[in-house]
């Protein structure tokens, strides 16, 4: 089960998942979840940055979790651990 207001930050421009966050903002969401893994770890922080300090700045970042997930590897190459981190921005 998907949430509504949740945004996975992957391989896409920065300012796509900017203006998703701000999208759900004005569309009166009061929490909105960035959620990403591996190398798109950075990105999502960027995009909360951007986000609070340019577009909706009157949001703050209530929770922050990071955890390690194991993927199975591509064709049975056994599990990777896979970094995940969380940002729960509120208005």
């Known amino acids: 089960m998907m949430e509504e207001n949740t945004v996975f930050v992957g391989t896409k421009p920065v ?16 929490k909105v979840v960035l959620k990403a ?6 990105r999502a922080v960027d995009v909360a940055e951007i986000t609070r300090n340019r577009f909706v700045t009157d ?8 955890s390690t997930e194991a993927l199975e ?3 049975g190459g056994g599990k990777t ?3 995940s981190i969380e940002i729960m921005l509120t208005k």
Do not use: C, H, W
């Open 81 to 83: 651990n896979v970094s």
């Open 37 to 42: 893994r591996g190398r798109a770890i950075s």
């Open 15 to 30: 300012m796509n998942y900017v203006l998703a966050i701000a999208t759900q903002f004005n569309d009166g969401s009061p």
């Open 59 to 66: 949001i703050k970042v209530e929770d922050i979790k990071i």
């Open 73 to 75: 590897g591509r064709e």
